[in-house]
């Protein structure tokens, strides 16, 4: 962390919330795909949750297996939003305070999950009101990503000096007689041009129009083929970048 300048912290943090994206949502699709091969049907654990316009709405899109298990054996025994607004609040604080505890047993986790829980205890509150669904959805997007983005620096960092730290940094509160983690050093031509692809991949491949065009070149056996040897010559490509890299073991293996 020390000796990090506050441009790349910034951007150190927005390449961890690339990061923990496809490092859970790839190893969820190779687990799909290899239960499709001996023919089980397992549903999508990931929804494009980075195109999100509210937290509610990133949860029901991230880790669905797991949301889905907090509803209905946490949300929905505690009465869910049957027995009021005050009650329906605490219930929904209470499955992302627990939902925290789960990911560990650190104060960064119960703060991140308590962040996550006012956001969609707030939202709630707000949801019907004129102002807020006035709000232009991009506006609700971005506000969400940055909440989201603040959040991942709770997750990511275990000790609550280092979080306090790091806040500092990007904030511009502390700096360094010598920086040995530079923002040129880390951001190179070819990871920002990763960082491109990736946005791209956790956003725009969202679209309907792309989905629809992906159902036309399945039902067409000329493009069919097409899109699957682009998908081949990807894999390809992808196999040869992970034996030149070093070994890194998916981050979500420890929770």
């Given at each position: 962390m020390y000796g990090i300048d506050t441009w790349t912290a910034w951007g150190g943090a927005f390449l961890y919330m690339l990061q923990i994206y496809y490092d859970f949502a790839g190893y969820s699709d190779t687990a799909i795909g290899l239960a499709g091969l001996f023919g089980f049907q397992v549903k999508d654990n990931f929804n494009f949750p980075y195109v999100s316009k509210s937290i509610s709405e990133f949860w029901r899109r991230w880790h669905i297996s797991l949301g889905t298990w907090f509803r209905e054996y946490i949300y929905i025994p505690l009465g869910g939003n049957r027995k009021g607004m005050l009650k329906t609040l605490c219930n929904l604080f209470t499955v992302f305070l627990l939902t925290?505890?789960?990911?560990?047993?650190?104060?960064?986790?119960?703060?991140?999950?308590?962040?996550?829980?006012?956001?969609v205890v707030v939202e709630r509150c707000v949801r019907e009101k004129t102002w807020y669904i006035k709000i232009?959805?991009?506006?609700?997007?971005?506000v969400t990503m940055f909440v989201v983005y603040i959040s991942?620096?709770?997750?990511?960092?275990?000790?609550?000096?280092?979080?306090?730290?790091?806040?500092?940094?990007?904030?511009?509160?502390?700096?360094?007689?010598?920086?040995?983690?530079?923002?040129?050093?880390?951001?190179?031509?070819?990871?920002?041009?990763l960082?491109?692809?990736?946005?791209?991949?956790?956003?725009?491949?969202?679209?309907?129009?792309?989905?629809?065009?992906?159902?036309?070149?399945?039902?067409?056996?000329?493009?069919?083929?097409?899109?699957?040897?682009?998908?081949?010559?990807?894999?390809?490509?992808?196999?040869?970048?992970?034996?030149?890299?070093?070994?890194?073991?998916?981050?979500?293996?420890?929770?």
């Open positions: 925290g505890i789960w990911h560990g047993a650190g104060w960064n986790y119960i703060l991140w999950g308590v962040l996550n829980g006012v956001c232009p959805g991009v506006i609700k997007w971005a991942w620096v709770f997750f990511r960092l275990t000790s609550l000096l280092d979080i306090k730290q790091y806040f500092k940094i990007m904030l511009g509160m502390v700096s360094f007689e010598y920086i040995d983690l530079s923002f040129s050093y880390f951001f190179e031509f070819k990871i920002v041009i960082m491109i692809i990736a946005v791209l991949g956790a956003t725009v491949f969202s679209a309907k129009k792309l989905k629809k065009a992906a159902e036309m070149a399945n039902q067409q056996p000329v493009l069919f083929v097409i899109q699957e040897a682009f998908l081949m010559i990807l894999c390809v490509v992808n196999i040869m970048c992970m034996v030149n890299a070093t070994y890194s073991p998916f981050l979500y293996f420890q929770y």
